[in-house]
């Protein structure tokens, strides 16, 4: 079994900052990416930010230059760092990891349970 668990959501004004984190445990081999998506209520679910296991980083463009992606290997944790909080970032935000439970297996997809983001003043 794998699980990601995630953490740092909340109510948050706008201008502010929040950090979430998502943790991946079980049993795991090794991981790929590692990225953020988040749905609003009435709109699909989007990518934020990937992160390669070699630290390359994307980002769509609405958040370029606010939101910072990072991970901790050791860990098997990847991180947003979400600075100058808009309220169009409202969101319900999932973490996304793509790893392999044994050298033999592929590479699948495992989401987290996602976590609330509001901004609101």
């Known amino acids: 079994q794998v699980q990601l668990v995630e953490s740092g959501g909340g109510l948050v004004q706008p201008g502010g900052s929040l950090r979430l984190s998502c943790a991946a445990s079980?049993?795991?081999?090794?991981?790929?990416?590692m990225g953020w998506y988040r749905q609003a209520p009435g709109k699909q679910r989007e990518l934020v930010a990937t992160?390669?296991?070699?630290?390359?980083?994307t980002y769509t463009d609405s958040v370029k230059g606010r939101f910072t992606i990072s991970r901790d290997n050791a860990k098997n944790t990847v991180y947003l760092q979400m600075n100058s909080l808009k309220p169009e970032d409202t969101a319900v935000y999932y973490c996304?990891?793509?790893?392999?439970?044994?050298?033999?297996?592929?590479?699948?997809?495992?989401w987290g349970q996602g976590t609330q983001v509001t901004v609101s003043s």
């Open positions: 992160i390669t296991s070699g630290g390359n980083t």
């Open positions: 996304n990891v793509e790893l392999r439970r044994a050298d033999w297996a592929r590479y699948r997809d495992y």
């Open positions: 079980g049993r795991i081999f090794s991981i790929n990416v």
